[in-house]
């Protein structure tokens, strides 16, 4: 025979006693305003970035620093061209850029400052930078909206 009971909220349970938890309703997945194709997408009116794949969410939103008014990151779609874990600039006196992944020509992502603006690559945290570097692969599709 089985029987049921209300608890109040606190309340403990005899041992041996089976209890059924409702689970929390579910939260709707963050979400990206991007295409379904891209594989990382970057929101510079918001300075945000995820990583995406089949238009779902996989990390994030995290904050992203992207390229100062007079260098700015370009909006558009691209494709990853390379990686480099431990790439220095040739432009900037050979400034580190960690976990790099380059999609629009010198335009990365890359570990990098979140309070000043780039030369038009996309400063990410390091823990996020790690992130994009190990999720992202040549030919993956980055999209950039403004």
């Known amino acids: 025979m089985t029987s049921t009971a209300k608890l109040a909220v606190g309340a403990t349970i005899a041992a041996g006693c089976a209890v059924w938890a409702l689970a929390a309703p579910a939260q709707a997945a963050p979400s990206a305003p991007c295409s379904a ?13 995820w990583l995406m794949r089949g238009g779902a969410v996989t990390y994030g939103p995290v904050p992203a620093m992207p390229g100062m008014a007079t260098a700015p990151t370009d909006p558009g ?5 390379f990686k480099d874990l431990h790439h220095r600039s ?10 790099s992944v380059f999609f629009n020509g010198g335009d990365a992502f890359h570990q990098g ?4 603006p780039s030369h038009g690559c996309v400063h990410l945290s390091p823990s996020a930078a790690a992130q994009f570097y190990v999720a992202l692969q040549p030919g993956d599709v980055v999209q950039v909206v403004s």
């Open 77 to 81: 779609t691209f494709r990853v061209t």
């Open 37 to 49: 194709a891209a594989r990382a997408c970057v929101d510079l009116s918001t300075h945000q970035a």
């Open 113 to 116: 400052s979140l309070n000043v």
């Open 90 to 99: 040739t432009i900037f006196n050979n400034a580190p850029m960690p976990y």
